[in-house]
């Protein structure tokens, strides 16, 4: 079993895919008012217009939601890009379970977790 794509609901559907096209850099394949999807390398990644807002931030690991993950070749380079960009970090990069991993919001609050691998020594 493989996963073949995440659905994340947004409120604002032009902001978040300048976020997830623009900022993380995702591969657009479809894009409409109420429902876009990207390529992640090979599973999908939706976003679903809800009308129902975040109530607060992503912050903390509750029951019910999901956290997305991606990978990149360049943490670093990334951080400090999206930095310069002026999304929101809530976890700098370091060292955590034999990755290199950081943490920022996405325009509604959903925390969005972007690992390296582990460099060699």
Same mark, same amino acid.
């Given at each position: 079993? /493989?996963?073949?794509?995440?659905? &994340? !609901?947004?409120? =604002?559907? +032009?902001?978040?895919?300048? !976020?997830? @096209?623009?900022?993380?850099?995702?591969?657009? +394949?479809?894009?409409? $008012?109420?429902?876009?999807?990207?390529?992640?390398?090979?599973?999908?990644?939706?976003?679903? %217009?809800? +009308?129902? @807002?975040?109530?607060?931030? =992503?912050?903390?690991?509750?029951?019910?939601? #999901?956290? $997305?993950? !991606?990978?990149? $070749? =360049?943490?670093?380079l990334l951080h400090r890009r999206l930095m310069k960009?002026?999304?929101? #970090? &809530?976890?700098? $990069?370091?060292?955590? !379970?034999?990755? @290199?991993?950081? /943490?920022? %919001?996405?325009?509604?609050?959903?925390? &969005?977790? &972007?690992?390296?691998?582990? @460099?060699?020594?």
């Open positions: 079993m /493989q996963v073949s794509y995440a659905i &994340i !609901f947004v409120s =604002d559907m +032009k902001h978040s895919v300048s !976020f997830y @096209r623009d900022h993380l850099g995702l591969r657009l +394949k479809f894009e409409s $008012p109420e429902w876009t999807e990207f390529e992640a390398g090979g599973a999908g990644v939706a976003l679903h %217009l809800s +009308k129902k @807002r975040n109530s607060g931030n =992503d912050t903390e690991s509750v029951a019910g939601r #999901c956290r $997305p993950g !991606f990978s990149v $070749p =360049d943490l670093d960009e002026g999304v929101t #970090c &809530i976890r700098e $990069p370091e060292e955590t !379970f034999g990755v @290199r991993m950081a /943490q920022y %919001l996405d325009p509604d609050g959903l925390a &969005i977790s &972007i690992s390296e691998a582990k @460099r060699g020594d």
